[in-house]
């Protein structure tokens, strides 16, 4: 039996008998404490295969831009996944809300072998046929599934950063063409949120107002102001026709501690835009794809809350790199023939797995799957927050984008340990939370089973 496998099925039945704080009626309120049970199979150490591969192939000729345990994972099927020690984990995580419809997806193996056999790429110098029904199925079910309703053309790249960079650009375009098409610095500034997260290049790091990610590039793209999400007033005194071309906002924050952004500011911050004529982008490159329960988070939204542009990308692929930017016709008049490009955006194997994604997400049965898993999800992590109203500030977040926002003084860092140890991958969020971002088509079972884990990390760290 693989180690960490028998770690949880330990916990989960030592929780059953004595410490189980879940049961179908809700919290047993005599739970003891779990910490003598705890049990985890630490990290593996510097003699395993995953410490000589760390130490000898990785570590040495890989740059130093993460901080990573010593986890090695081979291979998922579903929501549970694998590493070289043979350990098994349930993941909630999905690749950082990426692989929505689970690891080793069939329908997703069988078109990557179909198209690899036919034609893999051929650039943007010449058509293809899955481009063309990637764009063509975003706009029409962004229609249909209540997203935005001037949605009428599609921009394929290859991640989210460069989604979000192909919307800097066409914001800037547009607004240059309605105040004179100038060179100089008329109408190209942009408005971002605190806490939001946009990306790593430097345009889409400008956008990213976190101090940690920033300074060591300092300078970035000049003309980026900062509001404050929620707070109309402080959009209000940064926002001007002559200078803003773009504001851009996640309408639920994924990174910066599962924020969702309220209707009515993002009905009045429209309005705003609207009378400044800038371009309203929402980038749901986290939050959007069927995350929120909806086929985009603005699908909660009426529709004079609808942007002018959407950026995606994560879920798109399911795991295959790939983004897009979705625009108005009204942006679309502003772009001409060479403003923007990409050798691999659109490719036919990414653009046929996109097209395969969007059908699998873009249906009612599905999205009212995602539904109810977030209802029993967020039920149990609410009894989670009041049995440890010590430890737990709130639960965040919509659909199968939540989070637990825990106190200051809790190590968050310590809790992520403690389920990997015990089976379990999470990952964390600005303001000391914990993201949960599992498959939208998990099992119940597992929610269940890695939420017994979670509750036991909880309780003992
Ligand atoms: C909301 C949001 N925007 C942009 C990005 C950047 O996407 P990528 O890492 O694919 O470039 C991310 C990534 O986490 C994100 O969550």
Known sequence: MLRAVGQRQAITKSLTSSTRLFSTTGLLKNASSPSSSYRGTPDA???????????????????????????????????????????????????????????????????????????????NLYYNMPAGELANKLVTKTREFEGMQDASRVFLCNSGTEANEAAMKFARKYGKSVSGGG????????????????????????????????????????GVNVAKPNDIESVKKLISKEKTCGVIIEPIQGEGGVNTVDEQFLIELRKLCDENDAVLIYDEIQCGLGRSGKLWAHSHLPREANPDIVTMAKALGNG???????????????????????????????SRIGAYVVDQIANEEFLNAVNSKSEMFTAKLQELADAYPDKILKVKGKGLLLGLQFKDDVDINKIVARCRENGLLIITAAMNTIRLVPALNIPEADIKDGLKVLEHCIAST
């Open 45 to 123: 150490d510097s003699e395993s295969h995953t410490g000589k591969y760390v130490t000898t192939v990785s570590k040495p000729y890989t740059v130093t831009t993460y901080a990573r345990p010593n986890l090695v994972l081979t291979h998922g099927k579903g929501s549970h996944i694998y590493d070289l020690e043979n350990r098994e984990y349930i993941d909630f995580t999905s690749g950082i809300a990426v692989t929505c419809l689970g690891h080793a997806h069939e329908g997703i193996a069988k078109i990557i072998q179909d198209q690899a056999e036919k034609l893999l790429h051929c650039s």
């Open 183 to 222: 060179q100089g610095d008329a109408k190209v500034e942009f408005i971002t949120f605190e806490n939001s997260f946009h990306g790593r290049s430097l345009g889409a790091l400008s956008l990213t107002p976190n101090p940690k990610y920033q300074a060591p590039f300092a300078p970035l793209i000049p």
């Open 320 to 350: 295959f790199p790939i983004g897009a930017t979705m625009i108005t016709e009204k942006i679309e008049n502003a772009l001409s023939v060479g403003d923007h490009g990409t050798t691999y955006g659109g490719n036919p194997l990414g």
